[in-house]
C-alpha cells in the first residue's frame, strides 16, 4: 500500500488541545491520533512530539511498544487473529489462512491495494465463544467457515463496520453459575451509601474485617493497600482500576464490565472514600475498547447522580471522578507498576519496587491498583459488612471467585464459586470430559494433572486471577507449553535480558522439538533457562514465563521425550542442507561435499 | 592465584582453532610462567603446540573458531567423541564472532565478490577442488553442531581467565569466571 499523503493537521491539532499538550497522555494521543489515516505516520509522530516537548525518540520509542499502535501503513480493514491456544484448538489457524487466501494476502502483510492486513494478536479474552478476531479493534466471536466468507466479502466490497450484520460483534456473557456477587442486585449508590454513612475509618475497619484479597492474582489484602495508600503523606491520591486483562483465558473482567459496571465504579470510589483519593483511572486493555461508549455513559450517569464528582453524595470533601485510559496491546502493562507506567503515557516498562504504588504510584502519588473483580466485591462488602463477606470461602480466602472457563468442555463461559471448590466439582458443573490437564491462573498459571483434580481453587492451593483452560485427552500439552512460550517471548517487554534474551531462547528450544529436531541436551538446557528466567527476570512476566514449560515437562514428559530424535544432541538445522549452496556454486557433489546430519556412532 | 591440588593423573588436553584467528590460542600462551605449572598437571594431544593430527581420548578440548565449513564440522566432532569436557573457548566458539559476520550475505554473493567481481581479476571462478573443504550456508557458534560443556567467552579471554578456568578444572571445580575476568574492558 502506498503511504497516505498526510492529513491536514486539522484533527490532530484539535486532539492535542482537548489533552492540554499534557505529555502524559501520550499514550492516549497517539491511540486517538492512529485513528486519523489507521497509522502513525512519521509526520504526525514529529508534530506530537512538539506539541507536548517530549523529544522525539521519546515518541517513537511509546509508538513501538504497543501492538497496536502501527508505524507503518496497515490496511484499511486490519483483521487480528486472537490467537490463544483456545483459538487455536477451535481451528483459528485454518480459518485465518482460509481469509487470507480470500483476499490474496499473506499473513503479517498489507495487501497490494492497501484494503486489508491479517495478523495474530494475543488472546483477545473471547475463549468461551472463540475463535475470535479483531477487525480495526471490534471483536467478532464464534467464527466458523461460512463467517469467515462472509467477512471476506464484506471487506472485499469495501462495507463500513457500521453495515456490517450486528449479531456478529454481539459478545455474550455466558454467565453460567451466580453467586453472592453475580447474584447482587443494587441500586447505583446504594453500597457507597452505607460506607459513607459508617464514616471513613469505619468503611476501612469493615474492608479488614471482610479479609478480601486482591482477584487479580497475587490475592495481596486489599485493606492494607487501602490503608497504606490513605497513610501516605502525598495529598493527592489515586484510585486505579486494572482492566487490562490480557492473561490468556481470563474474561471476568470483560463480563464484569458489561453486565455490572456500576458495580465497578461503585467499588473505585468506595476505595477513593476510605483513601482519601481525588481522581480515578480505568485502564481499559485495548482489545475491550469496543466497551468504551458504554462505560462512559455509565459514568456520566454517575456523575448526573452525584456518585462521582464534588461532594459526593452531599459529604463535603468527598471529590472523586473516573477517567478511562486505554491500553494498546502489551500484557506486560497487566503488571500494576508497568501500567502506572502505561497510564503516564510511557512504554510499559516495570518499575523496581520499593517504592510500591501505595506511597509512589501515578505520577508519583499514593495509588490503589486494584483488579476488576476485587473492586466489585467491595461493593458487598459495604453492603453485608465485613464479618458477612469473611463468612464464606476458606480460611485464608474469604469470598467467591470468578472463574472464565474455557477449552475443552460442554458450557464454556462465566462461573462464580465460593473459595475452596474443587478442581473435580468446577469440571462435573461445566460439563468436561476424559480431561487430560487444566491450565489455572492462564498462561503464567499452573497446569494440573488429572491426580490433582481434588485440590481447591483458593489461594493457600491453587491461586488463580480466573483463567481455567480446560484439555482433554485428544489434546498435545506440548503444544500447549510451546503456545504459551511464543505468548512470553512477544510480550516481554525487552527491558531486561534474562527475559528479552531468555524467552526468545526457551522459544528457540521449543520450536526445535517441534520441527524434529530434539535432544536430551535440550531439555537439560530448558530446565537451565526455567532457572534462569525464573531467578533472575526483572518482573513477573519473565519468572512466570517458564511456568508452562516446567509444569508440563514434570507432569507430561512423554510429550516432550517422544519428540526426541537424539539421547544425546542434535542440531536444530541441517548440515548437509547447510552445504547446498556451496554444492550449487562449486557444482561439487563429491562425497567431500556432503555432510551426514546425524553423526555416525564415536567410540 | 591459590595453588593448584595435582590430580592423580596428568590430564590429557587438546586444543584445535576452527574459524578463528589464533587469538584466542596466543591468549593461552598469555598465561606466562603458570606454563609450566600447567606441564605438570597435563599432557597435550592435538594442538597447534604438538601437532598430533588427530585428536586421541582426552580429557579435555579447547576449541577455537566458529564453524565456518565442513571441515570445521569433522574437527569439532572428532574432538566432540574423544573430549570428556569440551570448552567454547572465546567470543567465536560462543558466538560466531567475527566470522559470522558473513552471515547476513549469501554464501554466493560472498564468494562471487571475492573470486569473480573483485576488481583486476580475469576469469576468476569460485574454487572447486574437492580437496577443499565446502563453506556452510551460515558461520555458526560450535554449540550450534555439537554439545558443549563449558563456555569460556572474550576476544580473546584473557590469559588470567583461561588460567583460572583451566585450574578450577583441573582441581574439580565448577570453573567460574567472576568480575574482573570478565569484564570488557
Redesign the interface.
Given at each position: 500500500m502506498s503511504a497516505l499523503p498526510p492529513s491536514p493537521a486539522a484533527p490532530l491539532e484539535a486532539l492535542l488541545r482537548r489533552h492540554g499538550h499534557d505529555p502524559s497522555a501520550l499514550l492516549q494521543i497517539l491511540i486517538e491520533a492512529q485513528d486519523i489515516d489507521g497509522w502513525l505516520p512519521a509526520p504526525t509522530l514529529t508534530q506530537i512530539a512538539a506539541a507536548i516537548k517530549l523529544p522525539r525518540a521519546r515518541v517513537e520509542g511509546v509508538a513501538g511498544f504497543y501492538s497496536f499502535l502501527y508505524d507503518r501503513p496497515v490496511g484499511r480493514y486490519r483483521v487480528l487473529f486472537s490467537d490463544n491456544i483456545t483459538d487455536r484448538m477451535l481451528g483459528n489457524r485454518a480459518l485465518m489462512d482460509a481469509l487470507c487466501r480470500k483476499l490474496w494476502v499473506e499473513p503479517d502483510k498489507v495487501s497490494e491495494d492497501g484494503l486489508v492486513s491479517i495478523a495474530t494478536t494475543s488472546c483477545t479474552g473471547l475463549c468461551d465463544q472463540g475463535p475470535a478476531l479483531l477487525v480495526n479493534g471490534r471483536a467478532i466471536g464464534q467464527l466458523n467457515h461460512r463467517r469467515i466468507n462472509e467477512i471476506a466479502e464484506l471487506i472485499r466490497q469495501q462495507r463500513p463496520l457500521e453495515q456490517w450484520p450486528t449479531e456478529y460483534f454481539q459478545i455474550d456473557d455466558n454467565i453460567r453459575r451466580r453467586d453472592a456477587l453475580l447474584q447482587l442486585d443494587m441500586l447505583p449508590g446504594a453500597a457507597l451509601a452505607a460506607a459513607v454513612a459508617r464514616g471513613r475509618e469505619g468503611w476501612l475497619a469493615e474492608m479488614q474485617a471482610s479479609n478480601l484479597r486482591g482477584r487479580g492474582g497475587a490475592g495481596f489484602a486489599t485493606a492494607v493497600k487501602w490503608a497504606s495508600a490513605r497513610n501516605a503523606t502525598e495529598v493527592r491520591k489515586v484510585v486505579v482500576c486494572n482492566a487490562d486483562e490480557g492473561e490468556p483465558g481470563t474474561f471476568k473482567d470483560r463480563v464484569l464490565l458489561n453486565t455490572c459496571a456500576d458495580l465497578v465504579f461503585e467499588g473505585m470510589t468506595l476505595a477513593a472514600w476510605a483513601v482519601g483519593a481525588d481522581s480515578g483511572f480505568l485502564y481499559l486493555r485495548g482489545e475491550y475498547r469496543y466497551l468504551r461508549p458504554q462505560l462512559e455513559a455509565v459514568l456520566a450517569r454517575r456523575r448526573a447522580a452525584g456518585l462521582l464528582g464534588k461532594g459526593i453524595l452531599g459529604e463535603a470533601g468527598f471529590d472523586f471522578d473516573i477517567a478511562i485510559h486505554l491500553g494498546a496491546g502489551a500484557y506486560v502493562c497487566g503488571e500494576e507498576t508497568a501500567l502506572l507506567e502505561s497510564l503516564e503515557g510511557k512504554r510499559g516498562t516495570p518499575r523496581i519496587r520499593p517504592p510500591f504504588p501505595v506511597t509512589h504510584g501515578y505520577l508519583g502519588r499514593p495509588t490503589v491498583v486494584n483488579n476488576v473483580e476485587t473492586l466489585a466485591k467491595t461493593c458487598l462488602i459495604a453492603l453485608e459488612g465485613g464479618t458477612a463477606f469473611a463468612a464464606t470461602g476458606t480460611a485464608q480466602s474469604a469470598g467467591t471467585k470468578l472463574l472464565s472457563i474455557s477449552g475443552d468442555c460442554a458450557a464454556p463461559g462465566i462461573y462464580e464459586y465460593p473459595f475452596g471448590v474443587s478442581i473435580a466439582r468446577i469440571l462435573e458443573d461445566c460439563g468436561a470430559s476424559d480431561t487430560q490437564a487444566v491450565q489455572v491462573g492462564g498462561a503464567a498459571g499452573i497446569c494440573l494433572a488429572a491426580y490433582e483434580f481434588q485440590r481447591r481453587i483458593a489461594y493457600e492451593d491453587v491461586p488463580t486471577a480466573g483463567a481455567f483452560m480446560i484439555f482433554d485427552g485428544s489434546r498435545d500439552l506440548f503444544e500447549v507449553a510451546r503456545a504459551f512460550v511464543h505468548f512470553f517471548a512477544h510480550e516481554s517487554c525487552g527491558f531486561c535480558t534474562p527475559c528479552r534474551v531468555g524467552t526468545a531462547l526457551l522459544k528457540g528450544f521449543m520450536d526445535k522439538l517441534n520441527d524434529g529436531h530434539g535432544a536430551k541436551?535440550d531439555l537439560a538446557d530448558i530446565d537451565w533457562l526455567d532457572r534462569l528466567l525464573k531467578n533472575a527476570s526483572h518482573c513477573g512476566l519473565g519468572s512466570a514465563a517458564p511456568n508452562p514449560v516446567i509444569d508440563t515437562l514434570q507432569k507430561f514428559r512423554p510429550a516432550y521425550e517422544r519428540r526426541l530424535v537424539s539421547l544425546?544432541?542434535e542440531?536444530?538445522?541441517d548440515?548437509d542442507a547447510?552445504?547446498?549452496?556451496?554444492?550449487?556454486?562449486?557444482?561439487?557433489d563429491?562425497p567431500?561435499?556432503h555432510?551426514q546430519t546425524h553423526?555416525e556412532d564415536?567410540? | 592465584m591459590s595453588a593448584v591440588p595435582a590430580p592423580t593423573r596428568k590430564l590429557r588436553v587438546a586444543t584445535t582453532s576452527l574459524a578463528g584467528c589464533f587469538g584466542c590460542h596466543m591468549s593461552f600462551l598469555d598465561i606466562d610462567e603458570h606454563l609450566f605449572e600447567l606441564v605438570e598437571l597435563i599432557e597435550f594431544d592435538r594442538s597447534p603446540l604438538t601437532d598430533i593430527k588427530e585428536v586421541g581420548p582426552c580429557d579435555i578440548g579447547l576449541i577455537e573458531g566458529g564453524v565456518c565449513n565442513a571441515e570445521n564440522v569433522h574437527v569439532l566432532r572428532a574432538f566432540r567423541r574423544q573430549c570428556k569436557t569440551l570448552i567454547a573457548l572465546g567470543a567465536c566458539a560462543v558466538n560466531g564472532g567475527l566470522p559470522a559476520q558473513r552471515n547476513h550475505l549469501s554464501l554466493s554473493e560472498c564468494l562471487r565478490e571475492v573470486y569473480q567481481f573483485r576488481p583486476g581479476l580475469e576469469n576468476g571462478q569460485i574454487p572447486n577442488d574437492p580437496e577443499l573443504p565446502l563453506p556452510l550456508d551460515k558461520v555458526r557458534p560450535i554449540h550450534e553442531v555439537v554439545r558443549i560443556d563449558y563456555f569460556l567467552p572474550g576476544c580473546p579471554p584473557s590469559g588470567p581467565a583461561i588460567w583460572k578456568f583451566l585450574t578450577d578444572l583441573i582441581a574439580g571445580r565448577t570453573p567460574r569466571l567472576t568480575g574482573g575476568l570478565l569484564h570488557y574492558d
Open positions: 541436551a544425546d544432541f542440531p536444530a538445522f548440515l547447510a552445504l547446498a549452496e556451496a554444492r550449487q556454486l562449486t557444482a561439487r563429491d567431500g561435499a555432510l553423526e564415536g567410540r | -
